[in-house]
């Protein structure tokens, strides 16, 4: 077996340095010099994915590792307050994968990078780094001012300095009770190592120190300026190298050169390809597109939300296939190359291409860090590629680097940088591109766009855009619905179901903040919708003919009718035909967009009241629940009004059909299969859920959704129209009386509905009416969107129940029949739920 020599030996025999602690200390770090008046020894990890290039699941799987244990340490409450922030620049990518590892903290790293009209939070000085000054740039200045833990992330924790100047400047603006040190090692000496504790004392809070390795370096006497004369004596002989080597080179080129004018004048007529990017002085790298989601942060650098995370998540899979698409047949080594702070996303994309190519990956970024290169098996720096920085860095220009990628013997090398990166600078004669066309046959470069956040306007805009309508946005026909809201199709949301609520449920994210992954319905379930239809119509015929007579005589004579998207739509459209059809009246109608716990779109509000009577509009919906919107919709008129000064708005819900006894304005009260609840986009226009996050949802912008349009090949929102509606002339009738007979029935909401609710959340210990999802229509929901745990099914239910128990059996789900139950079925979202949760059978529940 061959023995592998320590990369710290070189500078350990030479200095007198010794390095002592865990058996792990000397495979995770390796040594080196470098010019730096403070401390001339670079401890350089072979896992962080900076200087050495590495797999990228170990330099993941490190990060990630730690984040579980900071998790694990705080307890789960505590771990879903926290905040992590990683430092710039070796610690960026490490901070963000700790994050993961919490499991929905959001996430900030420092940063050398000024960026016009963003507010700095905070800064400190790391004393012993080659570049010192640290901005802490949030998009959300709130980021750092909640109670809950901070967790701070560097590569390595050696006297401490860096966080003392973190946590001092930082208590002093946001004091909290608790604070994480996380590093891959503590390397701290004796003298050091009471330091932490003092601290905490001082500032009157705890502090936690979590690391893989603990260890220290003894130093000798003098050992700085022994390592700095090392230093000066090696870059002096590799100047001398250089130079001799740059002559041979250029005599080399001449006689190449020559060759090659003489032979090109043959075959220049015979090629055509040029390279994906012909800058002048380009070297040949070939741009990959990345199709980078659209107002996805780059990096932390303004912050990452678990929402955001999910999204990322969601489109690495293609981001990853169009680079193997691009490398070269029969690349046997691949590096991914990420650039100074961007460590995170070349990391992720870098770990994905790893389990779609045969290809060894390997990972590692450029640096601002200068270290002496020597070609030693017992030195950590094997060589170094110097650059111009291209980047327009604000302290001016100067060199950059990258290590141990020179002679590494890579087939391919993939350069991700962000667009305030990909400059003439990149491209030119000596670039990095330039460097690395030298060491390897093929380079790719991905941009990554650089996310800087919107600035605040200080002015409304006095016009709002016009509503969306089909069959641009939608499959219905352009006067059934105009959308208030904003087209998000080309931005990638669908992230996992599991994904989703464990966000969801721990407070990570919100649920409007992505969408699940659209249900493709089986031939069966496909089968069972359209019986539910033949036999239900009539029923929904009736129902939506004697709530629109109901609004009709109550409500208004000429009402506006505003669905709440997307659900509400269906019902929106029929009643506007009924309308029609009874009374021969074109009736507007409009689908806005309302979130639970973050109220309707004002913009939407804003654009009804400029165009109509705010008296005249008549909220619209599918079904009631539990009355969680009704109660979101009165609240949010109430604060619209105040803030606005607008007044009319009737916060009181139209519903075809109400078996929660929520509203006046209904069609019926039975809780029966509606067949528009049975599927998603498909029956809704093919638009999917609405959207509402910050980074793609600006302040004075419309709420928004996406339009499916590749599934227009499973669309039967149409076909469900056409075949209620065409039961209206048989059903007028008993509609109109149905109507009259509820006009005059004392219809005062008795809330039945939201008491069951409080009852089955506390039977069933799940102690969280969000939860619990009553009704036919809400249960499906559950079945399509969440992650279910069981369904309570009313005794001796029949046939409007078939869907249910179909998906049910599809999910693994029990149906658990139930005396009693004011409702037909309810629907239990699996309680406390995390990545491979088990359903009432012990199963897993899976999509």
Known sequence: MKNVVWTGTWVAER????????????????????????????????????????????????????????????????????????????????????????????????????????????????????????????????????????????????????????????????????????????????????????????????????????????????????????????????????????????????????????????????????????????????????????????????????????????????????????????????????????????????????????????????????????????YAIRTRLVFPAHDDPDDGPGERYAYNVAGAGFDAVVAVVDSAADTPALHAPGGLLAQLAEHAPSVLLAVVPSYVPARPSTERPSMLPEPLRGPAFSSYAPDEVGWLLQDLSDVTLEAPTEEREEAIQSGGAHYAESLPVEYQPSPQYQELFQTALGTSAARIAQAVGAVTELVLAERSPHPVLVSLARAGTPVGVLMRRWAQHRHGLDLPHYAVSIVRGRGIDANALRWLAAHHDPADVVFVDGWTGKGAITRELTEAIREFESAEGVTGFDPEIAVLADPGSCVRTYGTREDFLIPSACLNSTVSGLISRTVLRSDLVGEYDFHGAKFYRELAGSDVSVDFLDAVAAHFADVADAACAQAKELLATDRTPTWEGWAAVERISEEYEIHDVNLVKPGVGETTRVLLRRVPWKILARAGAGTDLDHVRLLAQQRGVPVEEVDELPYTCVGLIHPKYTRGATGADGKAVTV
Not at 183 to 203: C, H
Not at 221 to 242: F, N, P
Not at 341 to 347: D, N
């Open 15 to 378: 200095l007198g340095v010794e390095l002592v602690g865990d058996e792990r200390l000397s495979d995770l770090l390796g040594l080196a010099l470098r010019r730096n008046p403070r401390r001339a020894h670079l401890l350089v990890s072979n896992v962080l994915g900076k200087h050495v290039p590495q797999s990228p699941s170990v330099v993941y799987g490190h990060g990630f590792a730690l984040g579980r244990r900071v998790r694990e340490l705080l307890g789960a409450e505590d771990a879903g307050a926290a905040v992590v922030l990683g430092y710039a620049e070796t610690a960026t990518g490490l901070g963000h994968c700790v994050a993961d590892g919490v499991g929905l903290a959001p996430y900030l790293h420092s940063t050398r990078r000024p960026v016009p009209g963003v507010d700095t939070a905070g800064g400190f000085e790391e004393s012993h780094s080659h570049a010192t000054s640290h901005l802490l740039l949030p998009e959300n200045p709130a980021l750092l001012a909640g109670a809950g833990p901070l967790v701070l992330v560097d590569d390595e924790f050696s006297t401490g300095n860096t966080v003392l100047n973190t946590i001092r400047d930082l208590h002093a603006r946001y004091p909290r009770d608790r604070y994480v040190v996380v590093a891959l090692v503590d390397m701290r000496s004796a003298a050091d190592l009471g330091r932490l504790a003092e601290f905490a004392t001082e500032i009157g809070a705890r502090v936690d120190l979590v690391t893989a390795a603990r260890g220290t370096v003894n130093l000798p006497e003098g050992v700085l300026e022994k390592g700095q004369a090392l230093v000066a004596e090696h870059e002096t002989t590799e100047a001398t190298r250089t130079t001799e080597n740059t002559r041979t080179t250029e005599n080399t080129r001449t006689t190449e050169n020559t060759r090659t004018t003489e032979n090109t004048k043959s075959t220049e007529n015979t090629k055509n390809t040029e390279p994906a990017d012909s800058r002048p002085g380009n070297p040949g790298a070939a741009r990959v597109e990345l199709g980078w989601p659209r107002g996805l942060p780059d990096g932390g650098r303004h912050g990452f939300t678990p929402g955001q995370r999910i999204r990322l998540d969601a489109a690495l899979p293609a981001m990853a296939a169009r680079v193997a698409e691009a490398l070269p047949e029969g690349a046997r080594r691949v590096l991914v190359l990420g650039f100074e702070e961007l460590m995170y996303a070349p990391l992720r994309l870098a770990r994905e291409l790893e389990q779609v190519v045969s290809a060894e990956v390997r990972y590692s970024t450029t640096t601002r860090s200068p270290v002496l290169a020597l070609d030693d098996p017992g």
